[in-house]
């Protein structure tokens, strides 16, 4: 079940969910939004990040005071920092759709993806929408703007390219390499250059990186790595 608690009034309000089982709660990164995770008796308590196989989630509603609104269809929904744009995947057959909600307005189809698909990131505004997909073995980023159209392709490397987060709404950071020697870059998407974010203090090997946090305004980022 569902439940609100009111502090005021001390009390629990049971919020209906139809016929699908609340899974889990996404907040947005600024506290304002919430929205209930929808899926299936003994769906994973979190969505695992990665691949859409690890979700049993199947669809996902904001919560607006002790009442849920429209539901919407789809797996791996993302806030933007601010919590002004929202994004998800809907899978469905041999294609998946990339959809846009920002704020309050309607519900947009940016570009439909084939194969294997990660989570996307939302910059700020909902100007651009970043998104990993696997082309042949290895992942690769890219973003589509808001209002649709052609996707970007913003890396090409052989190594995976993967985590998409936005800086601001321009800028886009990624982590490249496998889990023991990651290295994140900045994707700047209007020049379309790069700068590498971290170095090693030594010419023969790389620094890995593991976690990556941006500050809420875009001017800090904290990397946790190892160096010699």
Do not use: K
Not at 47 to 65: D, H, I, M
Not at 138 to 159: C, H, K, Y
């Amino acid at each position: 079940r569902l439940l609100v608690y009111s502090v005021g009034e001390g009390s629990w309000t049971t919020v209906s969910t139809g016929a699908l089982q609340p899974v889990s709660l996404l907040r947005s990164p600024d506290g304002r939004r919430l929205l209930v995770l929808l899926g299936e008796r003994g769906a994973f308590a979190r969505q695992v990040p990665g691949f859409q196989q690890q979700s049993r989630n199947t669809a996902f509603a904001e919560l607006r005071g002790n009442a849920l609104g429209p539901v919407e269809g789809g797996i791996m929904p993302t806030w933007s920092a601010n919590g002004r744009a929202l994004a998800w995947i809907e899978p469905g057959g041999e294609v998946a759709r990339l959809r846009l909600r920002r704020d309050d307005g309607p519900v947009r189809d940016l570009v439909t993806i084939t194969g294997r698909f990660q989570a996307p990131a939302v910059s700020p505004t909902g100007a651009y929408v970043a998104y990993p997909t696997m082309l042949r073995e290895d992942w690769e980023l890219f973003a589509v703007s808001g209002n649709g159209g052609e996707p970007m392709r913003v890396t090409r490397e052989i190594q995976h390219d993967h985590s998409p987060r936005f800086i601001s709404d321009s800028l886009l950071l990624g982590a490249m390499g496998e889990g023991r020697h990651q290295r994140s870059y900045l994707y700047d998407l209007r020049s379309g250059t790069r700068t590498r974010l971290h170095h090693n203090n030594s010419v023969r090997t790389v620094a890995p990186e593991y976690e990556w946090a941006v500050s809420p305004e875009g001017s800090r980022v904290a990397i946790v790595t190892e160096r010699d």
